[in-house]
T-cell receptor, first 110, second 111 residues
């Protein structure tokens, strides 16, 4: 069974304190690994797609990386507005819809 | 583009009542997905449609749940009868060979 596991469940950072969120996956024939951001009361918002091991993508203070077993979302010098839940999801070669992890709740304190 | 539109945003109902959730996907998107989100289980896929045809409904928890997509611009998720354990946030998402675009969800509370 395809599975996506995220850690930690919650992370509290001081403003400017860089860190990383982890997403490990067991998805048969992974076709894509997706990162979403979800704010309270809103639906998930797409951030990145990674397709192959070694690939990296960046957006402002966020950088996503992918290995054969896991993905990381690196947050450099975070600001309070980066506080949100970050969701990771995988899609398999069978063209089935996204399988989501439970997310990491990030709080950035000024 | 208005994005994926869901209604109502909040629904409070009593156990045993019928509940209908509505979704308007992004124009031109040919795939539509219904997800349910809870603290315990995260985001779970309930059912998805391609070109208005249901492809996989294995995530629908029970026969009390049903979904329809009568045309490319509208879908409903119905729960009849509703139970307290159905309380969750229900999301609709659409795509067209692209990442999923989510609506802002319907928060359902069944008392």
């Amino acid at each position: 069974e395809d599975q996506v596991t995220q850690s930690p469940e919650a992370l509290r950072l001081q403003e400017g304190e860089s860190s990383s969120l982890n997403c490990s996956y067991t998805v048969s024939g992974l076709r894509g690994l997706f990162w979403y951001r979800q704010d309270p009361g809103k639906g998930p918002e797409f951030l990145f797609t990674l397709y192959s091991a070694g690939e990296e993508k960046e957006k402002e203070r966020l950088k996503a990386t992918l290995t054969k077993k896991e993905s990381f979302l690196h947050i450099t010098a975070p600001k309070p507005e980066d506080s949100a839940t970050y969701l990771c999801a995988g899609i398999s070669s069978g063209n089935t819809p996204l399988v989501f992890g439970k997310g990491t709740r990030l709080s950035v304190i000024a | 583009d208005a994005g994926v539109i869901q209604s109502p945003r909040h629904e409070v109902t009593e156990m045993g009542q019928e509940v209908t959730l509505r979704c308007k996907p992004i124009s031109g998107h040919n795939s539509l997905f219904w997800y349910r989100q809870t603290m315990m289980r995260g985001l779970e896929l309930l059912i998805y449609f391609n070109n208005n045809v249901p492809i996989d409904d294995s995530g629908m928890p029970e026969d009390r749940f049903s979904a329809k997509m009568p045309n490319a611009s509208f879908s409903t998720l119905k729960i009849q009868p509703s139970e307290p354990r159905d309380s969750a946030v229900y999301f609709c998402a659409s795509s067209s060979n692209s990442p999923l675009h989510f609506g802002n969800g319907t928060r359902l509370t069944v008392t």
